[in-house]
């Protein structure tokens, strides 16, 4: 079992930076694979960015590739979203995720675990 919690979203404008981050509860952080998903006004939860247990491999979709990182730090049990070149189209609240398998990161039913989400909205 595993409680998350998102926080540093805001209010921006476009072609601004925020970071994200999703704490961790309990001492099995290492176990999980992280990802990150957004769920903007009318639309599905989509998947942002995932990274494996060791940090070593990251997935990310190709809307926010190169522009998006995402990072984790198992001894602080915290997994981190930096969002740069911010687009109005990042508008959305935006969820941490975990899973055991590293199989398809990309599928949202096979996370188990979800924090309550953080909202960005970008102004253009």
């Known amino acids: 079992q595993v409680q998350l919690v998102e926080s540093g979203g805001g209010l921006v404008q476009a072609g601004s930076s925020l970071r994200l981050s999703c704490a961790a509860s309990?001492?099995?952080?290492?176990?999980?694979?992280m990802g990150w998903f957004r769920q903007a006004p009318g639309k599905e939860r989509e998947f942002v960015a995932a990274i494996s247990w060791s940090g070593g491999s990251t997935y990310y979709a190709d809307s926010v590739k190169g522009r998006f990182t995402i990072s984790r730090d198992n001894a602080k049990n915290t997994v981190y979203l930096q969002m740069n070149s911010l687009k109005p189209e990042d508008t959305a609240v935006y969820y941490c995720?975990?899973?055991?398998?590293?199989?398809?990161?990309?599928?949202?039913?096979?996370?188990?675990?979800w924090g309550q989400g953080t909202q960005v909205t970008v102004s253009s």
């Open positions: 309990g001492r099995t952080f290492s176990s999980y694979v």
């Open positions: 995720a975990a899973r055991y398998s590293d199989y398809d990161v990309t599928i949202r039913q096979e996370y188990d675990y």
